[in-house]
């Protein structure tokens, strides 16, 4: 189908990456490209789409640095998230970005697990002599981790209840959305500081007891053990998020379900006697599965943005852990004169946000067949006249 | 009609009223289906005739439970289909089928063929040795081939999209179908293959059809009976040949006589029944009998009591006055 299209390397390189993917599914179930040839084209269709929208792909190289950093930001800091580096070098406290500081070889120094020598601090460092680039390298693995829990659990309770609530209508309806109003009667976000203030202490307690969970979300934000005290604000900023998440979810796939049931394959389905759990499954969510698709990614920087504000209004990460909004609100009783501890963290929230705001509008046209068939036709057209031109 | 066999499908004083909601509480009632009778037998056709509106396809689904009537039975191999639970009421489910007016929409337009096919077999547990190979024999049954396996719906005209939906009933062997206006969305020329196409299957599989249209020629073609519906009920019911030789009720005959004939000079000379006005609102039909306010032969008892559906001739039924003095 792409074929009438001239491609760029992009698209080369998009439909190989494509490609390749295809033929790992083949080869982990057989037959498997030959069935989903059509779906294959219009994934390659889509990318087509994607690598004519510059704000797509900014938007995508924004979210795959950040998810890059995030992962292997722990390995690559200079620093440790906690080092205080004023214990070797009286430079190191508040030092403004490019100040190179002197590590001395002392036991010290060892058993903080640095290594001597000059070091320069690319974007400073805070009242404690930490460095300011590691804290966000470490940081972003705070907001991913934060994030991708987040995300896991909260929309799937109000995917759920949306699903059902739509589709069964009646009683069922109006009780399940009268409760997602008692939720949505809430500020998301005051909801969110009451859980969070709330929640630690059992959460400690349960973490306390649960050493192999302990383990898992130590590793997980890449955490040393004796800050799995601090780490329970975390959790409890994941759960509490979890609980104020759900109903924008159940109200937009309860719409998208009284819609899509009442398109006649639904009924055609019934007719057939397939179950109601099949019929949600499989008529119904791959036919509203755009719209939904697109509002995870917009919301996955929202999450973000939500969590460095909990963190900013002091309810989130509790010191040392790095987390954006917790550098901003320690830096910030230092604005402006050491600017750099509000301006980089607040950088890269900003970055990070825009790049999923950007790629989730880029998704919502791409996955909306009429819209990219818009797309699609106007290039067409583009095309068409540049030929006639060069006749 | 007084068979030795006993009817596969009969449907006893079937009423389906919807209700029409005011803010508080409810206004007043459709009566979509009000009273229907009528019955079918092991391969025959049945042709439901009316004009749009005159709940025609709720009968459909109502004889499928796809609705919970108000009222009245339906009775399918001698059991009432409203009464069936769990494994009967699976039984059930799999042996009466229903093929949709619209073809474009009545397949999932993520789904590919196979899938959609193949959906049915999966849910009904039916054993398989090689699913693909079943489903190409299901697309050959139906005319079309292999190539269109892995295709997804909007790659296929209507008459194909008619035929993949036939072949998704056929997967399950079914013994009554539904057909709601299926000929209704496609062009003239492939309106004719697809009937060809359920009268040869009938005829191989000896399944029995509820033909419901508004299209007079094609319900000639294919019904063994006729049944008149006007406003929610049965007006009369006979063989087809009979019906539309000779037409009894006033309103059958109005239907009829609106059959375009591809011949200016019949058309000219031919005697026309007109019937003025709009049916009414099935909310407040009217009183006596329904088609009274329309009716050319109107008398002074219409409009107060109610005709008797009755049997004028052997099989041949009619719910009119006029015949009712007989």
Redesign the interface.
């Known amino acids: 189908m792409s074929e009438i299209y001239e491609k760029k390397l992009l698209d080369k390189f998009s439909d190989a990456l494509i490609e390749g993917f295809a033929k790992f599914l083949d080869k982990v179930r057989p037959g498997w490209y030959k069935k989903n040839k059509a779906r294959v084209d219009e994934w390659k269709l889509m990318a087509y789409a994607l690598n004519r929208s510059p704000p797509g792909l900014i938007g995508l190289a924004l979210v795959i640095v950040f998810i890059v950093l995030a992962i292997v930001g722990p390995y690559i800091a200079p620093f440790n998230y906690d080092t205080p580096l004023t214990a070797f070098d009286r430079d190191a406290y508040l030092a403004p970005p490019g100040t190179v500081i002197t590590i001395p070889n002392t036991t010290a120094a060892k058993f903080l697990g640095v290594r001597s020598g000059n070091y320069t601090l690319l974007l400073g460092s805070d009242d404690y002599g930490r460095d300011l680039f590691s804290r966000i390298l470490y940081g972003a693995r705070t907001s991913l981790i934060v994030a991708i829990m987040v995300m896991l659990v909260g929309p799937w309770i109000g995917i759920l209840i949306g699903l059902v609530a739509g589709y069964y209508g009646g009683k069922i309806d109006e009780i399940l959305m009268r409760f997602t109003d008692i939720f949505l009667a809430f500020p998301g976000l005051i909801l969110a500081i009451a859980f969070s203030a709330v929640l630690p202490p059992r959460i400690q307690y349960f973490l306390n007891a649960n050493p192999a969970v302990r383990q898992f979300f130590l590793s997980l934000f890449s955490l040393k053990v004796q800050h799995a005290g601090s780490m329970a604000y975390l959790v409890s900023v994941i759960i509490a998020l979890w609980i104020v998440w759900w109903p924008g979810y159940a109200r937009l796939v309860r719409g998208l379900v009284l819609s899509a049931r009442e398109n006649l394959y639904v009924e055609a389905a019934r007719a057939l006697g397939v179950p109601t759990r099949w019929i949600l499954l499989r008529h119904i969510t791959p036919n509203i599965i755009g719209p939904i698709l697109v509002y995870l990614t917009l919301d996955f920087g929202g999450v973000i943005l939500t969590e460095a504000g909990l963190s900013f209004l002091g309810v989130g990460a509790v010191p040392p852990i790095a987390d954006w909004g917790r550098i901003i609100n320690d830096g910030s009783q230092y604005f402006p004169n050491s600017w750099w501890l509000v301006f980089y963290p607040g950088l890269m929230i900003l970055l990070t946000v825009l790049g999923f705001n950007l790629i989730g509008d880029t998704l919502r046209d791409i996955l909306d067949p009429k819209t990219r068939r818009s797309i699609e036709f106007k290039l067409k057209k583009k095309k068409q006249k540049g030929e006639k031109n060069e006749v | 009609m007084k068979c030795m066999s006993t009817p596969l499908v009969k449907v006893v004083d079937l009423k389906k009223y919807f209700p029409v909601k005011g803010i508080f509480f409810t206004k007043g009632y459709v009566k979509a289906v009000d009273g229907v009778n009528f019955e079918i037998y092991k391969g025959k056709t049945l042709g439901l005739v009316g004009e749009s509106g005159c709940g025609k396809t709720t009968v459909g689904k109502l004889v ?1 439970r ?1 609705l919970k009537p108000t009222s009245g039975k339906a009775l399918f191999e001698g059991k009432d289909i409203f009464k069936l639970r769990g494994k009967e009421l ?1 039984e059930f ?2 042996k009466a ?2 093929v ?1 007016q ?1 073809p474009y ?8 063929i ?1 899938d959609t096919i193949y ?2 077999i999966k ?2 547990k039916i054993k398989v040795s090689d699913p693909e190979k079943f489903v190409v024999e299901l697309l050959y049954r139906v005319g079309l081939n292999e190539s269109h396996l ?3 719906p909007h ?1 296929f005209s209507g008459g194909q999209r008619q035929r993949i ?1 036939i072949a ?2 056929l997967a ?1 062997n079914p013994e009554f179908i539904v057909l709601d206006e299926p000929t209704s969305a496609l062009d003239v020329s492939v309106q004719a293959q697809i009937l060809n196409l359920l009268k040869d299957l009938q005829k191989k599989m000896d399944l029995t059809y509820l033909f419901i249209s508004h299209d007079l020629g094609v319900v000639r073609y294919m019904s063994d009976y006729i049944a008149v519906m006007y406003l929610g009920q049965i007006v009369e019911y006979g063989p087809a040949e009979e019906v539309f030789e000779k037409p009894l009720h006033p309103y059958t005959k109005a239907l009829f006589s609106a059959i375009p004939i591809p011949d200016p000079e019949i058309t000219r000379k031919r005697e026309k029944l007109r019937v003025p006005g709009e049916p009414p609102s099935p909310i407040n039909p009217p009183s006596g009998c329904r088609f009274h306010p329309r009716c050319p032969f109107r008398q002074e008892i219409c409009n107060r009591e109610e005709p008797e559906f009755i049997e004028y001739e052997k099989g041949h039924y009619v719910k009119c006055h006029l015949y009712s003095r007989k």
């Open positions: 499928l796809l699976k489910r799999k089928q229903m949709f619209d929409s009545s397949l999932n337009p993520r789904m590919t196979f959906e049915p849910i009904y892995y295709r997804y790659e939906a998704r009933i399950l």
